[in-house]
Nanobody, 117 residues
Framework: QVQLVESGGGLVQAGGSLRLSCAASGSIILFNVIGWYRQAPGKQRELVAGISSGGRTNYADSVKGRFTISRDNGKNMVYLQMNSLKPEDTAVYYC???????????WGQGTQVTVSS
């Protein structure tokens, strides 16, 4: 069972930057897609960004041009660089990974990101 552990959340002013990290206990090349979801109070969890095993990326429209997802297969790490943060980016951010062959999804415990205006 692979475990995902996030870090890097915190409090930042609007316009600032944060970098989230996700450490996997096993090899991330086993995952078809790995990425980040977020959930704000009273809202549904939404996909923020994902990166495939082949390096293809996708982003929610709300973060395009501001967030960048990357992966380091050698370190079994995934990162989310968040720039030009807005108060509406405030949420708990979850690392997520999926293995389509196993039909398994994996989730981290979440890290809080708070953007003050």
């Amino acid at each position: 069972q692979v475990q995902l552990v996030e870090s890097g959340g915190g409090l930042v002013q609007a316009g600032g930057s944060l970098r989230l990290s996700c450490a996997a206990s096993g090899s991330i090349i086993l995952f078809n897609v790995i990425g980040w979801y977020r959930q704000a109070p009273g809202k549904q969890r939404e996909l923020v960004a994902g990166i495939s095993s082949g390096g293809r990326t996708n982003y929610a429209d709300s973060v395009k041009g501001r967030f960048t997802i990357s992966r380091d297969n050698g370190k079994n790490m995934v990162y989310l660089q968040m720039n030009s943060l807005k108060p509406e980016d405030t949420a708990v951010y979850y690392c997520w990974a999926t293995n389509l062959r196993e039909r398994s999804d994996y989730w981290g415990q979440g890290t809080q990101v708070t953007v003050s205006s």
